[in-house]
T-cell receptor, first 113, second 113 residues
Framework: QQQVKQSPQSLIVQKGGISIINCAYE??????FPWYQQFPGKGPALLIA?????SEKKEGRFTISFNKSAKQFSLHIMDSQPGDSATYFC????????????FGQGTTLQVKP | DTAVSQTPKYLVTQMGNDKSIKCEQN?????MYWYKQDSKKFLKIMFS???????INETVPNRFSPKSPDKAHLNLHINSLELGDSAVYFC????????????FGQGTRLTVV
């Protein structure tokens, strides 16, 4: 049972374009939704995170949009750069629980120069 | 100054052997985790310790045994290695079991031949 579903599996974007990755979750008890960025040979690194009390959070070129009623959230990367080429994971957790993160399947992003 | 460090980075071993992966964090966090990333890059939690106490034990074969000698260290011992154990294993830590902002190590790529 996949509690967090992520799409697309892979994405190719031209430099300067907008990259959009979507996630949907099932468990309404989730209250923390982070996005992680992973480069080859490295561990996942926290990029940006949101809690359900806000619908949008922006940090630099990265924005999370959150739709609580639809149980969906997405990552938007504005002005995508070749250095953004990596695998992106959405995740969800219940902060009152054990700290366990449930990850989506990952999206491999390639930004073409 | 690495926040979460794992050793070794690569581990190649034969089926049936026993091996250990070590993890140390210098962030002063209370909670540590082991995640497994399979060949399709899917990340799944295996174990979590909070102040040396086991709090998460997912459906993992009991050939896998975590050990936490103190809250800064979480090691993973694997007995009777099988081909299917080949994966990248990530250690992570978070401030506590409620604060789920997790910091990951660089990973240990385990190859069983």
């Amino acid at each position: 049972q996949q509690q967090v579903k992520q799409s697309p599996q892979s994405l190719i974007v031209q430099k300067g374009g907008i990259s959009i990755i979507n996630c949907a979750y099932e468990n309404t008890a989730f209250d923390y939704f982070p996005w992680y960025q992973q480069f080859p040979g490295k561990g996942p690194a926290l990029l940006i995170a949101i809690r359900p009390d806000v619908s949008e959070k922006k940090e630099g070129r990265f924005t999370i949009s959150f739709n609580k009623s639809a149980k969906q959230f997405s990552l938007h990367i504005m002005d995508s750069q070749p250095g953004d080429s990596a695998t992106y994971f959405c995740a969800a957790s219940k902060s009152s629980n054990t700290g366990k993160l449930i990850f989506g399947q990952g999206t491999t992003l390639q930004v073409k120069p | 100054d690495t926040a979460v460090s794992q050793t070794p980075k690569y581990l190649v071993t034969q089926m049936g052997n026993d091996k250990s992966i070590k993890c140390e964090q210098n962030l002063g966090h209370d909670t540590m985790y082991w995640y497994k990333q399979d060949s399709k890059k899917f990340l799944k939690i295996m174990f979590s310790y909070n102040n040396k106490e086991l709090i998460i034990n997912e459906t993992v074969p009991n050939r896998f045994s975590p050990k936490s000698p103190d809250k800064a260290h979480l090691n993973l011992h694997i007995n009777s290695l099988e081909l299917g154990d080949s994966a990248v294993y990530f250690c992570a830590s978070s401030r506590n079991r409620v604060n789920t902002e997790a910091f990951f190590g660089q990973g240990t790529r385990l190859t069983v031949v």
